[in-house]
């Protein structure tokens, strides 16, 4: 069983910027391709982004040219920039494609002036 343990969300004003990370229980993400998924309030859970082993990144149409993901061996980061109200959520970390029963508790991001 691995959990995911995700920091650095916040209430940040719009155009700001926040750093995500998300760290394994196990204290490394092996060969999984790691992936930043987001679930605002009456939406579905969609992804942000991911990134392979090899460092390959994909991003969803309204995350690429804002957010940049990174990895190394102890954590995925998530780089937020020019933050938008409709970027508020609760931001989670998993593999990509998810495994379902390693969800952690996510963290709160809040855009607003």
């Known amino acids: 069983q691995v959990t995911f343990m995700e920091t650095g969300g916040g209430l940040v004003q719009p155009g700001g910027s926040l750093t995500l990370t998300c760290e394994s229980s196990l204290g490394d993400f092996y060969r999984w391709r790691m992936g930043w998924y987001r679930q605002a309030p009456g939406n579905r859970r969609e992804l942000v982004a991911s990134?392979?082993?090899?460092?390959t990144e994909k991003y969803s149409d309204f995350a690429r040219g804002r957010f940049t993901i990174s990895r190394d061996k102890l954590a995925v980061w998530l780089q937020m920039s020019s933050l938008k109200p409709e970027d508020t959520a609760v931001y989670y970390c998993n593999t990509d494609p998810e495994t379902s029963s390693w969800w952690g508790q996510g963290t709160q991001v809040t855009v607003s002036s």
């Open positions: 990134i392979g082993p090899g460092h």
